[in-house]
């Protein structure tokens, strides 16, 4: 099958394109760090035309978007909405204009109204029940990330604890999140698009690990795999302060994606394994 992914250099992007590839499947990689040709900012966009016209299916995962302290920091702006905004008309009008199945990437935020990214997917939700095409609301997804000031929570407390020794973080830690490694999203995507007329845009298809852990909790297991290594004196540094991204507000997941994939990695794998790559990646750059 042939399969574009927009936002293909993206966190999940980037796990999916090689699974799919793994797979079998032909895949079509769309994302703005490979040139202004796929900034899909740009309206009209030639290579986004032909490339939605010429494949078979498409995971909507573009997004400007990225961890807890990107979010604080942008989503608020001008430039984040119209990002964003321009982003999703410029696609949704392809998608309509060559009936494309696709994938849309929601968040589990698209209910707090508070948040202007959570607002923004609630739209992109939106456009695609217009649409018939399917929705799928993350989770908190971890992996290997390229994009440092974008980078979500586990990946940043790696990083700085390689970096400077010292996870401080922007919170108190108490507020609980549910993560779920970016492997296990990638096949239940996979899943999702192989049984694609088993659902219909109505279905709430989240895609979680269903177990949450508090944040803190997240840092004193990678504290714990730097103290496994021997070779690092790292320490855990909270805030005073309180969540200011999600309010702390708790969303409960729905479950009836489990009739057909349920998550295989724990917490604490898959923290262990995007550690290893981590420390390995800064050692070979370090000669």
């Known amino acids: 099958m042939k399969i574009t992914i927009l936002g293909s250099s993206g966190q999940i992007g ?12 032909v895949v079509h990689e769309f994302d703005v760090v490979n040139g202004e040709h796929q900034d899909m900012r740009t309206i009209p ?19 400007d978007v990225g961890g807890s302290r990107y979010l604080k920091k942008y989503q608020h702006t ?22 494309k199945r696709f994938i849309f990437a929601s968040s589990q935020m698209s209910n707090m109204s508070y948040s202007p990214y959570g607002v923004l997917k609630n739209v992109g939700e939106l456009y695609t029940k217009s ?23 586990i990946t940043d407390f790696i990083r700085k604890g390689l970096e400077t020794g010292v996870i401080d973080m922007l ?21 999702i698009m192989e049984n694609y007329d ?3 845009p109505e279905d709430n298809l989240h895609i979680t690990s269903f177990h949450s852990t508090k944040v803190i909790n997240i840092a004193s297991m990678i504290c714990g795999q ?46 262990a394994k995007v550690f290893e790559a981590m420390r390995q990646e800064m050692e070979d750059s370090n000669g």
């Open 78 to 99: 001008f430039q984040f909405i119209d990002n964003n905004a321009r982003l999703m008309a410029n696609a949704f009008g392809l998608l309509k204009k060559y009936n």
């Open 14 to 25: 980037a796990y999916l394109t090689e699974y799919l590839r793994n797979k079998g499947h």
């Open 131 to 153: 649409l018939n095409g399917l929705i799928v609301k993350f989770w908190n997804v971890y992996g290997i990330e390229k994009d440092h000031e974008k980078s979500h929570v």
């Open 198 to 200: 088993d659902f219909t």
């Open 45 to 63: 966009n030639p290579e986004l035309h032909r490339v939605i016209k010429d494949t078979d299916f498409v995971f909507f995962l573009a997004f």
């Open 171 to 191: 919170t108190d830690g108490q507020e609980e999140r549910e993560f779920l490694y970016a492997e296990d999203c990638c096949e239940a995507l996979e899943t």
């Open 226 to 271: 730097f103290n496994l290594m021997g070779k690092y004196d790292v320490k855990v540094q909270p805030s005073g302060e309180k969540d200011s991204v999600q309010l702390d507000k708790r969303n409960k997941p729905d479950t009836y994606l489990m009739k057909w994939w349920t998550p295989k990695t724990t917490i604490e794998q898959g923290i």
